[in-house]
């Protein structure tokens, strides 16, 4: 996989799987075992659903998991007045002559309908390292781009409202 990863994703990342073993394990296992009891398993929906929600679970700890093992981990620092990780970025989009926000995150918090952008798409990485007022091009691939003046950066104290994504 080798996702490029923050610490602080790293650490959300294994507050969920502790969360999933300790909490939501214990309660499936008790969802299945009294979907169990109720007699015969080859009609029992509660009991099949049961356990598939249990797999689910399995799948995503195991998921997360693989995900911390062959990260690429991500320093989330940069100079105050330079595009990087975590910032708000304000952008005038030449073309379309409209303006919009976008937080630039690592790509499991990635959510264009939220405005966040991934490090590793063709905007994130145009806008890193560049400063207010730079004319940055944004090369989407071989044949097209466009681009965008930067007119503000919002340094962020942290990413807590940012939720890690399921996949």
Do not use: W
Request: glycine share 4%.
């Amino acid at each position: 996989m080798y996702d490029r990863l923050t610490q602080s994703d790293i650490k959300k990342m294994e507050e969920e799987i502790e969360n999933r073993k300790v909490v939501v394990r214990h309660e499936l296992l008790e969802f299945v075992k009294e979907a169990r009891s109720h007699g015969d398993l080859s009609e029992n929906f509660e009991y099949h659903a049961a356990k598939k929600e249990k797999n689910q679970n399995e799948g995503r700890i195991r998921h997360l998991e693989r995900m911390i093992r062959t990260a690429v981990i991500i320093d989330d620092q940069s100079a105050k007045d330079e595009v990087g990780m975590n910032d708000t970025i304000t952008l005038y989009f030449e073309e379309d002559k409209i303006v919009e926000k976008y937080k630039i995150v690592t790509t499991i918090r990635q959510n264009a309908l939220k405005g966040l952008v991934s490090i590793e798409s063709p905007i994130g990485k145009a806008l890193v390292k560049h400063k207010v007022n730079d004319r940055v091009y944004v090369n989407v691939n071989e044949n097209s781009g466009y681009y965008v003046v930067i007119q503000a950066i919002a340094k962020s104290e942290g990413d807590a409202e940012d939720k890690i994504r399921e996949y």
